[in-house]
């Protein structure tokens, strides 16, 4: 009999264990889950691309290779433009959230192979001396440089320098596809394009820069903002494609 009562105490003791257990969990499913901690302020840019091992920049400043996780990027709309050589640069405007992360993914359209090869091939023959610089002075307070069918071309204005190696306070450089040139600016440098010629430009025409990409087509003139905060002017005219430049920093 003692045996049978304590049997049934077993079986009791084991039935309220499990009511109780599922009480708890209930309980314990309805309390709030605690969010994630935000980083106040700034989020997250994951880029990648195709194919990959293209230079990834965020409003205007070089922050890495694709695939690339970039962190603490202020709040607010950043412009992401992703370039590799010999393809078409990928360029779009992304709203940052704080503690969010935006994800890009871009395909890069290949230009035509033969113009780079044969671009690189003609540089190679005239390439300069690293500390050579392209420049040579001109009436009327321009410059004019011989682009000398070069690829890339860097511009220093604040230090009158024009090279094909970039230099530590290089305000914009450009990749020449033969009918029209394709600047970037580096950061905090700005550009802008206007339709008239260099000749015709005035510094307060160019004040309003505020880009980090241009296409600038024969006979117009792109507007540069310097790191320095001067102004700079760049343009020319040509037949078929650009042989050389004009440049100058504006007073």
Request: charged content about 25%; glycine content about 6%; proline content about 5%.
């Amino acid at each position: 009999m003692r045996s049978m009562h304590a049997a049934q105490f077993l079986v009791l003791f084991v039935i309220a264990a499990i009511a109780l257990a599922g009480c708890a969990t209930k309980i314990e499913s309805t309390l709030p889950v605690e969010p994630e901690q935000e980083t106040a302020g700034t989020g997250i840019i994951a880029a990648d691309s195709y194919p990959s091992g293209a230079d990834v920049y965020v409003d205007g400043e070089l922050k890495g290779a694709t695939p690339a996780t970039i962190y603490k990027v202020p709040s607010g709309e950043r412009i992401v433009t992703i370039r590799k050589e010999g393809h078409a640069d990928f360029q779009k405007t992304v709203a940052i959230t704080s503690g969010r992360t935006e994800e890009i993914q871009a395909s890069l359209s290949e230009l035509n192979p033969k113009e780079p090869i044969q671009e690189t091939k003609e540089t190679i023959v005239a390439e300069p001396k690293p500390e050579q610089t392209l420049k040579k002075q001109v009436s009327e307070g321009l410059n004019k440089t011989s682009i000398d069918r070069k690829f890339t071309i860097y511009f220093d204005f604040d230090n009158g320098l024009v090279t094909d190696l970039r230099k530590s306070k290089t305000d914009v450089f450009f990749k020449n596809y033969k009918t029209y040139l394709y600047y970037t600016a580096i950061y905090p440098a700005k550009l802008m394009v206007v339709d008239k010629p260099i000749s015709e430009i005035s510094k307060e025409e160019c004040a309003s820069a505020n880009d980090i990409v241009a296409k600038v087509l024969s006979g117009q003139t792109l507007c540069v903002k310097t790191m320095e905060g001067n102004i700079a002017a760049v343009g020319d005219s040509w037949e078929t494609e650009p042989i050389e430049l004009e440049w100058a920093l504006l007073k």
